[in-house]
């Protein structure tokens, strides 16, 4: 990834915090079989505690052509996206001034480097499923618990899935967010993106001066 320094964000806890809040990514590995990149898009847990940078963790199926060609301790790239928008200069005060700009892209997103490995472990495997399922629940009013499915039809979709786990070795973060303009254009972007793009709005408000 292309990385201005303006945009780098290096601040392992806020990046960890950027993950568990997008923690739906996009998955890179090389298919060795049919030599070429696979893209698979799946829903992860961050367990900051393991590893130098935490260890990310998800199930796929069985049938997942990943799962067939999965090489223990293979390289793999993991995206995590936030919000993204189009920026127009026409919410620039500094436009009227000089007519200096253009059009551009706001965007935050974190990418991740590590290891993969596999587990097809029915213990650990509930365990992952139970601690995805109380991260995703929590907003609902009534949240569903896996005990409120059948225990027959629970064991019977346990054997279709296996346990994916990912220890990071590099954790780089790009928030994209008008660093580059003046105060006054800043202040207004972030009030054009409020509704569109809240985070990246609180953010611009942030790093405002």
Not at 59 to 83: E, M, R, T, W
Not at 102 to 114: A, D, E, I, L, S
Not at 185 to 199: G, I, R
Request: with cysteine; hydrophobic share 35%.
């Amino acid at each position: 990834m292309f990385q201005p320094t303006q945009y780098q964000e290096h601040d392992l806890e806020t990046l960890q915090q950027f993950i568990s809040t997008h923690n739906f990514a996009t998955l890179m590995s090389y298919n060795s079989t049919h030599e070429q990149i696979e893209a698979d898009h799946l829903p992860f847990l961050l367990d900051t505690k393991q590893g130098t940078y935490g260890t990310l963790s998800a199930h796929i199926a069985k049938a997942n052509p990943l799962y067939k060609n999965i090489q223990q301790n293979q390289s793999v790239l993991l995206s995590f996206q936030g919000d993204q928008q189009y920026i127009s200069p026409n919410w620039y005060p500094s436009k009227q001034d000089h007519h200096r700009a253009v059009p551009t892209w706001n965007y935050m997103v974190v990418h991740v480097r590590g290891r993969l490995r596999c587990i097809d472990d029915e213990k650990s495997l509930l365990a992952l499923l139970g601690r995805l399922t109380r991260q995703h629940e929590a907003s609902q009013n009534t949240p569903w618990k896996m005990k409120d499915a059948p225990a027959d039809y629970i064991n019977a979709l346990l054997k279709d899935i296996a346990i994916i786990y990912i220890e990071i070795d590099s954790i780089v973060g790009q928030f994209k967010t008008s660093q580059d303009r003046p105060n006054t254009d800043k202040v207004k972007v972030a009030e054009a993106l409020k509704t569109t793009a809240p985070e990246m709005s609180a953010h611009i408000k942030q790093h405002t001066d």
